[in-house]
């Protein structure tokens, strides 16, 4: 069905990869929209923003980390009808970065297995980003 006004809300997400090949999740607060779903860490990108540099802002204010924005490689992207919005999310893979990443806003973290990662949780609009990390990482 065609919709004649849907809010368009742009987001950029990164899938951090350590050394092991591990990726990171963040648990989203209580009291936020889907509260204690993992999801990869990131925000809305701002008015006047480039998605890279919206991504780094993001990471660095959630994570405390100085993240490489020459190195963000594209991966896939998330287009996904929720009730009030569309979300419309790019997936960067993120393998460099200066600092220790540290939950700043209180959020658990956990690093895991591309593979593993049906296992957790996750956004509805998360789905389709699963196998791309799967065939990259293992
Ligand atoms: N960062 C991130 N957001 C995601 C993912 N999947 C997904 O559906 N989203 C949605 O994209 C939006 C992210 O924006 P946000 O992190 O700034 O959202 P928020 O609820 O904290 O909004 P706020 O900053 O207005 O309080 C949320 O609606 C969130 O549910 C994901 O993997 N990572």
């Not at 950029?12 to 607060?29: E, F, H, K, N």
Request: net charge negative; aromatic share 6%; proline share 9%.
């Amino acid at each position: 069905m065609t919709q004649s006004s849907t809010r368009l809300v742009l987001v950029v997400a990164a899938a951090l990869v350590d050394p092991d090949g591990r990726v990171l999740l963040a648990q989203r607060p209580a009291g936020k929209q889907l509260a204690g779903l993992w999801e990869f860490p990131g925000g809305k990108i701002e008015p006047g923003e480039r998605p890279e540099q919206a991504l780094a802002r993001e990471l660095a204010e959630e994570l405390g980390i100085d993240a490489c924005v020459s190195c963000m490689q594209p991966l896939a992207f998330a287009s996904h009808a929720y009730e009030d919005f569309h979300l419309l999310m790019p997936l960067f893979v993120c393998r460099r970065w200066d600092g220790m990443v540290v939950a700043k806003e209180g959020q658990a973290l956990k690093w895991a297995r591309a593979r593993d990662l049906r296992n957790f949780p996750m956004p509805p609009a998360d789905a389709p980003l699963i196998d791309p990390l799967v065939a990259l990482l293992g």
